[in-house]
């Protein structure tokens, strides 16, 4: 018999319009067992990658990194400034790279093993400050390691109902 070659299928990309976006269903993963991947490497067309589905990316406990993916994409006439959670807090290293055409617009640096103080924002969740300029589309690359369990629930905020959702839980 021969193997059959299914087409590696980009998720949709995500409208970054609403005000609260859960992103679990609209990105893929990869694992990285050995740790050798970088941001280029794990692009390329070679790499095959898992729709994460219908629940929370959740890995249990793993010694691997894992890289996940997603687009995202602003149909409105207006900047769109948000913010990227990680709503996990005991990660060890967390990289979130944001992309524009190929070319990387920002990279965050975070994770429970470096100083509190360099992360991009204030907050017990990794956070990452991203804004969507008019008719843009993003793609987003999230890298996580750990030591201990390692889940990545990914939400897109806007600022106002970020700060109203966090003052009222």
């Known amino acids: 018999l021969l193997p059959v070659l299914m087409p590696v299928v980009q998720a949709a990309p995500v409208a970054a319009t609403a005000p609260v976006v ?53 149909s409105s006439d207006e900047s769109l400034p948000r913010l990227l959670e990680v709503g996990y807090a005991a990660l060890d290293h967390v990289d979130v790279f944001v992309l524009h055409n190929d070319v990387l617009q920002q990279h965050f640096v975070m994770g429970d093993k470096l100083p509190y103080a360099q992360r991009p924002v204030d907050h017990r969740f990794f956070m990452a400050p991203i804004t969507l300029m008019p008719h843009q589309m993003l793609d987003v690359y999230v890298r ?11 939400t897109l905020w806007e600022y106002g109902q970020f700060h109203s959702s966090n003052f009222t839980a």
């Open 22 to 74: 859960r992103l679990h269903d609209a990105m893929q993963f990869v694992e990285d067992p050995q740790h050798i991947h970088t941001l280029d490497s794990i692009r390329q067309s070679s790499v095959v990658w898992t729709d994460n589905g219908t629940s929370v990316f959740n890995q249990g406990y793993s010694k691997s990194a894992w890289w996940l993916k997603l687009q995202l994409e602003n």
């Open 144 to 154: 996580v390691q750990s030591s201990g369990a390692v889940q990545a629930p990914l």
